[in-house]
């Protein structure tokens, strides 16, 4: 578990992030932007000799990552989904139409695959133990230096 100044990092993180999002809620260019980048991020580790985005993060979990092409799989779908959401909004920006209605599904759309995950991840491998959000976020923190190892 992150503590003191580890867990403050990674919740500051996430609340710029929220009010980020909030802050371009109405610029299509922006949030085309925004996730296509992201979409990139994840698309670009699925390159041949290139680790998963999501193979890298699941290396800082204690349980290691998942057997089998799963990390592999997800970094697609995640990369698929953004870059669905950046088409979505480029699409939106080209026609001069508001945006409005999708940044605001977009973040509840982006939470309910993210917590998807974890119930696909118990029931798949239950060996790894009990994948939580919050084990997740602190396996992401470890991984971009956010979080302190215990010790």
């Known amino acids: 578990m992150p503590r003191g100044r580890s867990l403050l990092r990674l919740l500051l993180l996430i609340a710029a992030s929220v009010v980020l999002a909030?802050?371009?809620?109405?610029?299509?260019?922006?949030?085309?932007l925004g996730?296509?980048?992201v979409a990139l991020?994840?698309?670009l580790t699925l390159l041949p000799g290139r680790e998963p985005l999501?193979?890298?993060?699941?290396r800082f979990d204690w349980a290691g990552p998942p057997e089998g092409g799963y990390t592999r799989a997800l970094t697609l779908a995640w990369?698929?989904?953004?870059?669905?959401?950046?088409?979505?909004?480029?699409?939106?920006a080209a026609t001069g139409?508001?945006?409005?209605?999708?940044?605001i599904v977009e973040p509840l759309v982006c939470a309910l695959f993210f917590l998807g995950e974890h119930g696909l991840r118990n029931r798949r491998f239950p060996q790894h133990g009990r994948a939580t959000p919050l084990r997740t976020l602190r396996a992401i923190g470890l991984a971009h230096g956010l979080v302190r190892h215990a010790g």
Request: hydrophobic share 60%; aromatic share 6%.
């Open 22 to 32: 909030v802050l371009l809620v109405g610029n299509p260019v922006a949030a085309a």
């Open 97 to 103: 139409r508001n945006d409005v209605p999708l940044a």
């Open 35 to 37: 996730n296509a980048a």
């Open 41 to 43: 991020r994840f698309g």
């Open 79 to 92: 990369a698929l989904l953004l870059g669905g959401f950046a088409l979505a909004h480029g699409a939106l």
């Open 54 to 58: 999501i193979a890298h993060y699941s």
